[in-house]
């Protein structure tokens, strides 16, 4: 990784998930490679937010991160049963 972003506050509900994904998406149209992770563990957006809410697959160990809008991302929301989100 060349560069890396961190999107973060003090408080909940400011934002940070829609700063953090339209930073990501700018970044991924101006023709960046981009990476989002999403390290929320008790209220994950991401997949709601970009629109995916199918597991990540997984080659060995690996979890490979999920495609969509043009970058790549991986969220807890990604791996928890919904009903528990
Ligand atoms: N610039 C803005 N102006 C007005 N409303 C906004 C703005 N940015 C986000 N919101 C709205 O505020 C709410 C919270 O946004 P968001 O989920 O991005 O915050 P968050 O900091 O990630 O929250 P959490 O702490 O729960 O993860 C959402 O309903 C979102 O649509
Ligand atoms: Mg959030």
Redesign the pocket.
């Known amino acids: 990784m060349k560069n890396i972003v961190a999107v973060g506050?003090g408080?909940?509900?400011?934002?940070?998930?829609?700063?953090?994904v339209n930073i990501a998406a700018s970044l991924a149209a101006q023709g960046a490679a981009v990476g989002l992770l999403d390290g929320?563990i008790y209220?994950p957006?991401m997949p709601i937010m970009l629109g995916v809410e199918h597991p990540p697959k997984s080659v060995g160990p690996r979890m490979i991160p999920i495609e969509a809008s043009g970058l790549r991302f991986m969220s807890m929301g990604l791996l928890v049963n919904p009903i528990s989100r």
């Open positions: 506050s408080k909940g509900g400011v934002g940070k998930s829609t700063v953090a929320d209220g957006t």
